[in-house]
């Protein structure tokens, strides 16, 4: 039976990932991941040159383990946005609710499920590309084979942590935050002599039992949150009585944006925002790839032989781009079926969204660009970097909002949308962050470079924006 | 004088023909129902209808507007009842209200008289994420009824509504069609097409089966249930 379930879990996201984007777009992604793991071990040796060995390896198990953080966040977390973008969606997860079935084995099922999944789609068209390129390259396949299967450990880990993540938060938040911190406590206090994770110290000195302990260690993690599971949780955080009613009073406030969008739009919008209570999950998930960021900066600062100098606006231009998730997130607060019963358009709800993501979440990454500067004693970068934030923000938001609309997680998911997005977003990214770079050699030049790129990226946004009207206005809600 | 009719209407998906050369004129004054087995195209006709999907081929006019060329105006001029009650999840049932006389910029709105009707009262200061199944529908029906249109899309609407609110509802449509209003009607529960309409269409793979007047099927001493049988099995 269990194989069964597993089989049925596996045919059912496949169906939701096509029902996404487009058959073609979701076939195609695994082809794009062929190449990057081509291309990663083709240019292997350049970056191993410039960084160093160990650390090479190093920054490579720690992408796994964030992919596999990542990955089992979409997964466990994402149940909940899936039903605010379709409406009801009933899933095999939700079994238990008809079925003399634990809720317990079922969330274990969809575990492994998850972790066929991902290696299916990507770990092994990874894994094809590496071996392809080792080909080339002249490297050892059999070494490639190995160290692929020690970056797999990772990703269990990182998967297994997020669902022990999963099964604390529907606790209550607070376990979920004590939980997280003795977790990384506990992982410090048992591996700091050993190079990461246990899987790539047995592929560093052939260390057998580090073999075991990296096959048992995702394991025991997802043992335990299984037994974390009770069957019976409430998943709802907001408060059922006692609302205010705050509709009239916002649709006056927002008067001033009727040229951009319907005030009356803006403020459900508005009200949906504070009473989701998303903004704190905005919040919390830019912590997630700022954690992620500063752990490669770290190492990258350790590896290589020159001094890279990552400032506040080089932070600008990360935590802009950012930007892309509170659009995202502003997606997935209610699911806008009620919207085609009015005579309203797509593109007025895309503005709208947009207008709040300018007005009200600018706050989420404004903390974040006032407490790195402060940390790195940059005070004074702080209003370029704030400029360069709010231009490369508002740029890629704006290009986000036009390619995917009102479903950016789906969008993003087609191969082509994804490709698209990729050239838009990397080649000013990569300039401006040249620029933040080399701004202490000839800072007058690149203040000129950056206001001149601040320039495009802005009469961009504002192409962006003037499409979104002819692209979105005639399209359908469902 | 039609107010609703498509022409050669199709829906295609990939290969699955939901819709198959639909042909139908519904006039002013109609309480006009369509009904059908489950996932026979009933729905796939509304949303096309209301604008809120594509045809594959054909074209429709609702209020003599093409509804490809110009969905907002056709949307200005109907109420539609979605076959799902999904009003918005962090509103109340009165910011609902609000929310559509707003943005429909209707003049003297009349909330509290939706909001004693569908008995909103107990709902107050609660969100319709927190609602039942049955008190959605309310929130969705008392947001087509305030709309004060002349032409109302209402996909199996009484779905979770207790039996008083039914015979409510159903009595204020009788009066509403009375008063010119013009009613399309998707359900499967028959009996409530036979009390309700006038005009009938049965829709079966997709394809419109019979067109019938309910008057004539009185006068024939046949009852809607026997023919639905009929056509279907």
């Known amino acids: 039976m269990n194989k069964l379930i597993i089989y049925r879990m596996l045919q059912e996201e496949i169906r939701l990932n096509t029902s996404f984007a487009s058959g073609k777009g979701f076939y195609s992604f695994p082809l794009l991941v062929v190449f990057s793991g081509f291309l990663a071990v083709i240019f292997s040796d350049e970056i191993i040159s410039d960084i160093g060995y160990l650390d090479f390896l190093k920054i490579m198990h720690i992408s796994l383990i964030f992919y596999g953080l990542f990955a089992g966040a979409l997964a466990f977390f994402g149940s909940e946005f899936l039903e605010r973008i379709f409406g009801y969606l009933g899933l095999i997860i939700g079994l238990p609710t008809t079925q003399p079935i634990s809720q317990r084995k079922i969330t274990f099922l969809y575990f492994i499920k998850e972790l066929i999944f991902y290696s299916i789609f990507t770990l092994l068209p990874a894994l094809i590309g590496g071996l392809v390129g080792s080909y080339v390259n002249g490297l050892e396949m059999e070494n490639v084979l190995k160290f692929s299967f020690t970056l797999f450990t990772s990703f269990s880990l990182g998967l297994a942590l997020s669902y022990l993540l999963s099964s604390l938060y529907r606790k209550s938040l607070k376990s979920a935050i004590i939980g997280t911190a003795l977790t990384i406590l506990i992982y410090i206090s048992l591996f700091n002599r050993i190079a990461l994770t246990p899987a790539l110290e047995w592929y560093l000195n052939n260390n057998i039992n580090y073999l075991i302990l990296s096959l048992t260690l995702p394991i025991a993690v997802s043992l335990l949150a299984t037994i974390l599971i009770t069957n019976f949780y409430e998943t709802g955080t907001i408060k059922t009585i006692g609302y205010k009613n705050r509709f009239k009073e916002y649709t006056e406030k927002f008067r001033w944006a009727k040229k951009l969008s319907a005030p009356p739009i803006i403020s459900k919008e508005r009200i949906d925002l504070s009473r989701s209570k998303t903004g704190t999950k905005m919040f919390f998930s830019f912590l997630f790839p700022l954690a992620f960021l500063t752990f490669l900066n770290w190492f990258i600062d350790k590896g290589l032989p020159i001094q890279v100098d990552f400032n506040t606006i080089f932070y600008g231009v990360m935590i802009g781009f950012f930007g892309t998730m509170l659009y995202s997130w502003l997606n997935t607060i209610d699911s806008p079926n009620f919207y085609s019963t009015l005579p309203v358009t797509v593109s007025e709800i895309i503005r709208a969204r947009l207008v709040l993501f300018l007005t009200i979440t600018w706050w989420i990454p404004l903390i974040f660009m006032i407490l790195i500067s402060y940390m790195s004693s940059e005070l004074n970068l702080l209003p370029i970097g704030i400029i360069v934030m709010i231009t490369v923000g508002v740029y890629i938001v704006n290009y986000t909002a036009l390619s995917t609309g009102l479903r950016t997680n789906s969008a993003l998911f087609d191969a082509v949308i994804f490709i698209k997005f990729f050239f838009i977003s990397v080649p000013p990214m990569i300039a401006m962050t040249i620029l933040s770079l080399a701004i202490k050699y000839s800072p007058s030049t690149m203040l000129i470079a950056l206001s001149i790129i601040c320039g495009f990226l802005t009469m961009l946004s504002i192409v962006f924006y003037n499409k979104i009207e002819s692209k979105w206005k005639n399209e359908p809600f469902d | ?233």
Request: aromatic content about 6%.
């Open chain 2, 1 to 233: 004088m039609t107010v609703i009719s498509c022409e050669q209407l199709s829906k295609k998906y990939d290969d699955f023909l939901a819709l198959d050369d639909i042909n139908l004129e519904i006039e002013k004054g109609d309480f006009f129902g369509l009904l059908g087995p489950n996932g026979a195209g009933k729905t796939t006709l509304l949303k096309i209808l209301t604008g809120q999907l594509k045809p594959t081929t054909g074209m429709a006019n609702v209020s003599g507007i093409d509804i490809q060329k110009e969905i907002l105006e056709v949307k200005k001029k109907i109420s539609i009842v979605p076959e799902q009650e999904s009003p918005p999840s962090f509103l109340t049932p009165r910011e609902v209200l609000e929310m559509v006389c707003s943005i429909r910029e209707i003049k003297n709105p009349e909330i509290e008289k939706w909001i004693g009707f569908f008995e909103l009262e107990e709902m107050e200061g609660k969100v319709c994420r927190n609602l039942s199944r049955g008190q959605r529908q309310k929130v969705m029906l008392g947001a087509a009824f305030i709309a004060k249109t002349n032409i109302m899309f209402l996909d199996e609407p009484f779905i979770n509504l207790d039996p008083i609110v039914q015979t409510k509802v159903r009595d204020w449509l009788i009066d509403y069609v009375k008063c010119g209003g013009t009613v399309f009607l998707n359900t499967h529960l028959l009996e409530n097409a036979q009390r309700l309409c006038n005009k009938a269409a049965i829709i079966h793979n997709g394809k419109i089966q019979s067109i019938i007047s309910l008057k004539d099927l009185k006068r024939q001493d046949i009852n809607l249930e026997q023919l639905f049988h009929e056509i279907i099995t």
